[in-house]
Antibody
Framework: EVQLVESGGGLLQPGESLRLSCAASGFTFSSCAMSWVRQAPGKGLEWVSSISGSGGSTYYADSVKGHFTISRDNSKNTLYLQMNSLRAEDTAVYYC??????????????WGQGTLVTVSS | QSALTQPASVSGSPGQSITISCTGTSSDVGGYDYVSWYQQHPGKAPKLMIYDVSNRPSGVSNRFSGSKSGNTASLTISRLQAEDEADYYCSSFTSSTTLVFGGGTKLTVL
């Protein structure tokens, strides 16, 4: 059974940094592209970033480019999202999502339960 | 990276069929057969219902079907049931090698 467990969310002040983690199990992690999708309170889904199975290719939404960095450690079956210079508009539940292919942004056949990031002064 | 356009809400009675549209451009929905649909119940993570325009993952009811014509994709739910009440989101791969979601549609089962 596929399991994705996010961690690292919390309450931060504007300008601070945070790293989210997503521990994966139940599938061959290195064979699947992984992504982060966020959902602001009461709002819709927003794709944030994706990374290929090898980690060699990364993709970002314009809203986070230069601001967030996605990475993965295939030896630890873990996905990361480094979030720098956080802004109020980054407040959201962040979901880790598994892609069906090894490559770029695709559809997501498994999702974690999400971790809440709140940016407020 | 403008969001795909979905109706804010749709409704139907049990047993009826409803269709949710998802309109994009030739750079996303119209250019690729990589449209997906997700169901999200309140407080829960999204669930994949349709991928690659019209494919259903294992375990998803055959009451859910997807199609595409030009720049508009559609999700049809037949024989509506109370448990279908949820938010539905479409998504599409784009020519910028990114992904874009629709704004979401709230389905109410009357």
């Amino acid at each position: 059974e596929v399991q994705l467990v996010e961690s690292g969310g919390g309450l931060l002040q504007p300008g601070e940094s945070l790293r989210l983690s997503c521990a994966a199990s139940g599938f061959t992690f290195s064979s699947c592209a992984m992504s982060w999708v966020r959902q602001a309170p009461g709002k819709g889904l927003e794709w944030v970033s994706s990374i290929s199975g090898s980690g060699g290719s990364t993709y970002y939404a314009d809203s986070v480019k230069g601001h967030f960095t996605i990475s993965r450690d295939n030896s630890k079956n873990t996905l990361y999202l480094q979030m720098n210079s956080l802004r109020a508009e980054d407040t959201a539940v962040y979901y880790c999502a598994k892609g069906r292919s090894a490559y770029g942004p695709d559809h997501f056949d498994s999702w974690g339960q999400g971790t809440l990031v709140t940016v407020s002064s | 990276q403008s969001a795909l356009t979905q109706p804010a809400s749709v409704s139907g009675s049990p047993g009826q069929s409803i269709t949710i549209s998802c309109t994009g451009t030739s750079s996303d929905v119209g250019g690729y057969d990589y449209v997906s649909w997700y169901q999200q119940h309140p407080g829960k993570a999204p669930k994949l219902m349709i991928y690659d325009v019209s494919n259903r993952p294992s375990g998803v009811s055959n009451r859910f079907s997807g199609s595409k014509s030009g720049n508009t994709a559609s999700l049809t739910i037949s024989r509506l049931q109370a448990e279908d009440e949820a938010d539905y989101y479409c998504s599409s791969f784009t020519s910028s090698t990114t992904l874009v979601f629709g704004g979401g549609t709230k389905l109410t089962v009357l």
